[in-house]
């Protein structure tokens, strides 16, 4: 097993909802790629608007770093209860930065404990308390050797005016604070150039950004924990990217108004949690039976009911491969990082409108939230698909093809007439309730299937991770694939790590191959029912018996899914 801890070092920052936690998180991580070096940061926040305990947690090293760890060499307090909730992960080296220590804090943290007057340097320049993890980022400089221009540089960027002059100036007095103790901590990680172009990206704006370079013209949502952040993103970027971002009164009228969109000729998406889709699946098999393209974010939240809103699960793959009634085809791909939702953003909307079918891309709120160092894309394409502007004799909306794609026109169109009906119809869009045309329509939406597994053969619906000539296979989907990607570092014997991104249309014949001839088969999800490994039994026969379940809404953590899966290789 190999020993990442003095490679990758961790720091957590913590503080009650509406001390900047998340805000301080994401600049120490800007900073950290902007050194060349690779960073993870998972985000943790009750369901309250203010107090609770939020923190921050960034794994960082000069090697790709998946997931972040529990055991910490830096705590960063910003308020009394953050010292005492993880005074218990600290690494024996670690260093704690806080206003003010308690007796037995100190006794177990000896010399370690730094006091750092944040609260006091940020009322010595009239600057809100909100900025005072300022003061602290700019001590963890000094204590790792970090280049302070750097982080200037950073707060810069991530500020506006005064806003910005405060946190800059607090970070170098955080910095001056430090480096008067003369205090450094006993490891570092020297910054390396970096070789391409990074950045540190959230997982829902990553995804956003590939719904734009795919054409997007308009979003809608109606805000839902963990899929807000694609609303805030695109709301920002609004006028810069083109695009109109609207938010309705509740989720039924967002994917209603999102048909409404489409029917008139937009490239459009929606987002949403599960509990927000589960209101849309009357609208959703509307464009089902009416061909409108349309893309649906999805972001899981452990459940059900209101269950932990802030948390994250597996635990809906079924209900969104069988969303909506009656039977109509659709796309589900579930991401594993931010580079992979930029991806996926992208060939959801493009295929969208190749085939004219709802797709769902399928996060949960590790992917949604967590950010990590990453590098997309610059641009993208756009698959406009059969889109005809202009009609010569008799236009049928739903005319029946050898492949089930009809001719796409939209109102405006010359020559044309666009009818679209919830009812079963015939070609021109007729409401009809005659046998053979029902059979045959239903026959000509399902004709776009063999297409459908063409496409998801072409993509990249299966990767292969570790040695894939190894008898220990793992397989996973979604957000799992970080931990496992981090716990490989430490298995004993190698495996081979399969995830499977497409899961419908399943790509049962490549999983199939890839499972053929394992000694042992290992399924790690978040959940408690082992969906995912339901479903490759359903698709392919192969019955996986070991499973690694994970449902108490928490994270699958690196070095304790690496210790269990080494009981299953011994």
């Known amino acids: 097993m190999s020993d990442t801890r003095d490679t990758i070092l961790t720091v957590a920052i913590g503080g009650a909802a509406g001390d900047g ?33 939020n923190y921050s947690r960034i794994s960082f090293s000069r090697e790709k770093v998946f997931y972040d760890y529990n055991h910490l060499d830096v705590l960063i307090a910003l308020n009394g209860d953050s010292v005492k909730r993880h ?38 320049i009239n600057a809100s308390p909100i900025t005072r993890s300022s003061v602290a980022l700019g001590a963890f400089c000094y204590l790792l050797d970090l280049p302070l221009p750097k982080m200037v540089d950073v707060l810069h ?35 390396a150039p970096p070789s391409e172009a990074k950045e540190f990206v959230e997982g829902n704006s990553a ?25 805030h993103f695109l709301a920002k970027k609004q006028d810069e990217y083109g695009i109109k971002v609207i938010q309705p009164e509740n989720e039924i009228s967002v994917i209603n108004m999102a048909l409404g969109m489409g029917y008139g000729g937009k490239r459009v998406a929606i987002g949403t949690a599960t509990g927000g889709f589960a209101l849309m699946q009357e609208a959703f098999s509307l464009a089902g039976m009416t061909e409108i393209p349309i893309v649906v974010a999805v972001s899981q939240r452990y459940a059900p009911a209101t269950g932990a809103p802030t948390h994250s699960s597996q ?7 069988h969303a909506g009634h009656g039977e109509f085809p659709r796309i589900v791909m579930a991401p594993g990082d931010p580079e992979e939702a930029f991806q996926c953003g992208m060939d959801a909307l493009n295929l969208a409108w190749k085939y004219q079918l709802p797709v769902i891309v399928l996060l949960d709120k590790h992917v949604s939230e967590n950010s990590m160092t990453s590098t997309l ?10 889109l005809v502007d202009r009609v010569e004799g008799d236009y049928r909306r739903y005319a029946i093809t050898d492949d089930g794609v009809s001719p796409l026109a939209f109102p405006g169109t010359p020559n044309a007439i666009i009818k679209v009906s919830s009812y079963e119809h015939d070609e021109e869009g007729i409401a009809t309730e005659v046998m053979d045309t029902i059979k045959a329509m239903q026959d000509k939406r399902f004709a776009k299937s063999p297409y459908l597994a063409r496409e998801c053969a072409d993509h990249d619906s299966v990767k292969v991770y570790g040695d894939a000539g190894s008898s220990n296979v793992v397989v996973f989907w979604g957000s799992t694939k970080a931990t496992i990607l981090e716990a490989a570092k430490h298995l ?30 290992v399924d790690v999800e978040g959940n408690r029912g082992g969906q995912l490994a339901g479903l490759i039994r359903e698709k392919t026969g192969i019955d996986i018996q070991k499973k690694i379940l994970h449902y108490d809404s928490r994270p699958f953590d690196p070095l304790e899914l690496a210790a269990e899966l080494n009981t299953y290789f011994a």
């Open 87 to 124: 005074i218990g992960h600290l690494n024996p080296d670690a260093i704690v930065f806080a206003d003010a220590f308690q007796p037995d804090e100190l006794a177990t943290l000896g010399q370690n404990a730094v006091v750092l007057p944040l609260a006091e340097f940020a009322k010595s």
């Open 21 to 53: 936690v998340r805000e301080a998180g994401a600049s120490l991580g800007t900073l950290l790629t902007d050194l060349g070096l690779y960073a993870h940061l998972s985000f943790k926040y009750p369901s309250l608007i203010r107090g609770g305990h």
């Open 315 to 321: 635990a809906d793959l079924r209900f969104v491969l």
């Open 207 to 231: 995804l956003a950004r590939g719904l734009v370079a795919a054409g997007l013209n308009a979003y809608l949502a109606y805000p839902m924990t963990p899929a807000t952040s694609i609303l």
């Open 157 to 191: 960027r991530i500020f506006q005016g005064k806003e910005s002059d405060a946190n800059i100036k607090l970070a170098e007095m955080g910095y001056e604070c430090l480096q008067k103790l003369g205090f450094r901590h006993t490891k570092s990680i020297t910054p």
């Open 377 to 386: 894309p610059s641009n993208g394409t756009i698959e406009r698909g059969r």
């Open 492 to 521: 004993e014997k190698p495996a081979k790590l399969v995830q499977i991104v497409w899961l419908e249309p399943f790509p049962y014949e490549r999983v199939a191959q890839e499972l053929s001839g394992a000694r042992a088969i």
